[in-house]
């Protein structure tokens, strides 16, 4: 029978010493609610002797009544005083959590220079500081601070720190690769002597500063340990800790151990993206498992070869971790990138068809050019249809206008665009937060008397690239607009070597793609159906 895996979530404690993740206490319940759906064992909330925010999140998450155990940070004792009188064991007693973690010394470098105290009173201290919580009626674990490098100098002590805090009755020994510096082989050596010379149940908690958390953690399991700590997205101190988002479906799909229910582990991926979202930290496409591109193909040989079966470019079925296929369209596509993109869209394309090439052969043109559609799906979507139905255009350009000044040390932008819908001429002025906004602006108001649903949507991203950086000012640029609103946020591209070109261009096409969703909203009225070419043909 597969072993179970006890999983410990530290991103609210360890997570947050990554650079840049700062989370309110706010922030911090939102995310226990959502570690707690995903199933995770032990929710370490954070330090309650290092801050108030973190004493704040130990009051106010007991109200949540979450499944997971919730379980406060300290440090062993400080030297040379009693147990009892700890500022930090005393807090984490007072937060009422049932569960405690402390962090002690286990290599006897760091207890002559970073506690400046003996390696008796080191012993001392861990002793003292698990048979406190124990009195206190807590579950305790022992974070073995450096376990491996403290092995590697003098193995007997850092066995001796870890039967300290045995002989004072805590429930885990957590053996941690803190500086991340250990290789999986050493890892497997180091746990596997543990597990021979100790009684109490094995953790494992491992730093990325070698790229090689998730590898040690799993090597870890392999030699006998039932708990991983590690964080979501592997957010943590300088290069990171151990992922749980790679850690948990390599654990459980390639290991066969049991860490989630398998509908569980079906929100892995929308965990992951809500908390990146919380903590601002944009998460890398090609994040495995999870990541927007780890099941996205771009190649046309691995479209077409994964059309006729999956498996032959997935490693797994995206579901299982709540993920998804993608399809990408760019100059390195073939065919069946296209016909699975257009199939995505509703339309009826076949191989061989010869508007296919063409639109291939215009993509290729294009993104030599300079545009970019992987990041653009709403031009892609534009192009798709305008090639494969007959969707006829909603408005016309007939020209448009900027003038901008400085004026009483103001810069006022003001935006005139004249259209033509229907074969009614509209022109329109506006003045905007600077040129782009205020094109923006003008082309709303010129079409929002035939659409006033336009009004519920607003441009959410806006990114400027130049595209051949040797032609200094005279570069060409790619500007990329997202947008958001009625329940959906897309992306258009424009280049040109004129940046209010450029934008006007992405504007467009975001509009144009605003339309087309606003009928899918309307439910198409009739007229706006036939002016798009939603009919296939
Ligand atoms: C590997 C890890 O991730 S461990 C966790 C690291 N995380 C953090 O440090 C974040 C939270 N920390 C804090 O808020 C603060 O550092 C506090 C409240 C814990 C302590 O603050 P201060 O009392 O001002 O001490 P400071 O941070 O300057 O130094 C740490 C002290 O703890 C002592 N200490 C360090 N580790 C241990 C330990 N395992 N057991 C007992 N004492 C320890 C050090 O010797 C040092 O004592 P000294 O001042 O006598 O030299
Ligand atoms: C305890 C801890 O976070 C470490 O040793 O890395």
């Given at each position: 029978m597969s072993a179970n895996i006890s999983i410990f979530d530290t991103t609210l404690r360890d997570g947050t010493q990554g650079e840049g993740i700062s989370l309110s206490a706010d922030d911090?319940?939102?995310i226990a609610l959502k570690l707690d759906a995903l199933g995770v064992h032990y929710i370490e909330g954070g330090n309650p002797g290092s801050n108030s925010k973190d004493i704040e999140f130990f009051q106010r998450v007991k109200s949540l009544g979450l499944n997971a155990r919730i379980t406060a940070f300290g440090s062993t004792r400080r030297k040379n005083s009693l147990a009892e009188q700890d500022a930090s064991l005393l807090r984490i007693v007072e937060s009422g959590v049932p569960a405690a973690t402390l962090v002690g010394k286990a290599w006897d470098f760091h207890v002559h220079t970073a506690l400046q105290t003996s390696l008796e009173e080191n012993l001392a201290m861990i002793f003292d500081s698990f048979a406190f919580l124990k009195r206190n009626g807590m579950e305790a674990m022992y974070d073995a601070e450096h376990f491996f490098d403290g092995y590697k100098h003098n193995p007997e002590y850092a066995l001796a720190a870890l039967r300290k805090a045995q002989d004072a009755g805590a429930d885990w020994l957590v053996l941690c690769d803190t500086n991340g510096g250990t290789l999986p082989s050493e890892i497997h050596e180091i746990v596997s002597r543990v597990r021979s010379e100790l009684t109490a149940s094995i953790g494992i908690h491992t730093h990325n500063d070698c790229e090689l958390a998730v590898a040690n953690t799993l090597s870890a399991v392999q030699a006998g340990a039932r708990q991983v700590q590690g964080t979501i997205n592997g957010y943590g101190e300088r290069c990171g800790n151990a992922n749980l988002c790679s850690i948990i479906p390599n654990l459980q799909i390639k290991m066969g151990y049991n860490c989630l229910p398998d509908e569980k582990l079906r929100t892995l991926?929308?965990?992951?993206?809500?908390?990146?979202?919380?903590?601002?930290?944009h998460m890398p496409v090609g994040q495995a498992y999870v990541g927007n591109a780890a099941f996205a193909h771009k190649g046309g040989i691995h479209v077409s070869a994964i059309m006729k079966d999956s498996k032959t470019y997935e490693h797994i079925q995206p579901e299982l971790v709540g993920n998804k296929q993608r399809i990408l369209v760019?100059?390195?596509?073939?065919?069946s990138n296209i016909i699975s993109k257009a199939h995505e869209l509703g339309l009826d394309v076949n191989s061989n068809n010869e508007k296919t090439k063409q639109i291939i052969d215009q993509i290729k043109e294009l993104e030599h050019q300079g545009y970019q559609f992987e990041g653009a799906d709403?031009?892609?979507?534009?192009?798709?249809?305008?090639?494969?139905?007959?969707?006829?255009?909603?408005?016309?350009v007939e020209s448009f206008k900027m003038h901008m000044e400085k004026s009483n040390g103001v810069m006022i932008s003001e935006a005139i665009v004249k259209i033509n819908v229907d074969g009614q001429q509209v022109y329109t002025a506006a003045e905007g937060n600077g040129p782009v906004n205020a094109l923006d602006n003008a082309l709303r108001k010129a079409l929002v008397q035939f659409y006033p649903k336009i009004e519920q949507i607003h441009l959410s991203d806006y990114k400027v690239r130049v595209i051949d950086e040797k032609d200094a000012t005279a570069a060409k640029v790619r500007v990329l607009v997202e947008s958001?609103?009625?329940?959906?946020?897309?992306?258009?591209?424009?280049?040109?070597s004129n940046v209010i070109e450029a934008s006007w261009e992405a504007l467009l096409g975001s509009i144009r793609y605003a339309l087309l969703s606003m009928d899918k909203v309307n439910n198409g009225s009739p007229d706006i159906t036939e002016r798009l070419g939603l009919i296939n043909h």
């Open positions: 911090k319940l939102k991926t929308s965990t992951a993206r809500y908390v990146s979202e919380i903590a601002n930290v760019s100059e390195l596509a073939g065919q709403a031009s892609l979507e534009l192009l798709l249809r305008e090639a494969f139905t007959d969707m006829k255009e909603i408005f016309t958001t609103g009625l329940d959906n946020t897309w992306s258009t591209v424009g280049v040109s």
